[in-house]
């Protein structure tokens, strides 16, 4: 899996130079597996060949986060409440978690956006809950493109450092994906075993 998404990502970059670049950082800002890792160290990458440039690769690598984050946005922000309504008794969700959502990112929005880019798997995810919760978008896109920017411009550095071997980037990533997902996993299940427990409470 991880070879494809490498070798689509390089093979889309070499064809579209930096609209490749663009498009697949507004992938990876959405719910698709396309990680930042396997895309920006490559750009990095042509970088040191001289086939790119540094303004240029940030430019347009912040910009495609931006858009991926605004599409992920608006889909939280339009279709979140509809959604949780219909089907969110499936998934222990409801109104209440709803306004929960919109105080939280009220008030912790803005530090939350930004250091979730830095995040795996968080990243990808983020924006439907900013949207959901009706963060402010203003606020929204400056932090997304203040913490976007800097690792994607982070990755692209490594990939300048680690030159042909730029790929090292993407394979010791999957790690810590691993521990994030992991982690998240068990924070969820902890959330829903507590969940049931106060709802049997409530009942009894």
Request: proline share 3%.
């Amino acid at each position: 899996m991880t070879e494809h998404i490498v070798n689509f990502a390089t093979s889309l970059i070499s064809s579209l130079g930096y609209g490749g670049v663009a498009f697949l950082m507004a992938l990876e800002s959405m719910v698709a597996p396309v990680p930042s890792e396997a895309v920006m160290p490559f750009a990095g990458f042509l970088i040191y060949e001289r086939k790119f440039g540094w303004v240029e690769v940030t430019l347009f690598s912040t910009l495609g986060s931006i858009i991926g984050s605004t599409l992920s946005y608006l889909m939280g922000f339009y279709g979140g409440k509809p959604f949780v309504k219909k089907f969110g008794k499936y998934l222990l969700l409801d109104s209440h978690h709803l306004e929960m959502t919109e105080k939280f990112f009220s008030k912790y929005g803005d530090r939350t956006i930004f250091m979730s880019r830095f995040i795996p798997v968080v990243r990808h995810l983020i924006s439907i809950p900013a949207g959901i919760g009706k963060m402010n978008y203003l606020r929204f896109s400056i932090y997304t493109i203040l913490g976007a920017g800097m690792w994607n411009t982070f990755l692209a550095y490594l990939g300048f450092l680690l030159k042909s071997k730029w790929w090292i980037v993407k394979k010791y990533s999957e790690i810590i994906d691993i521990f994030v997902v992991l982690f998240i996993l068990i924070t969820l299940g902890i959330l829903i075993h507590r969940y049931v427990i106060l709802r049997n409470k409530k009942e009894i």
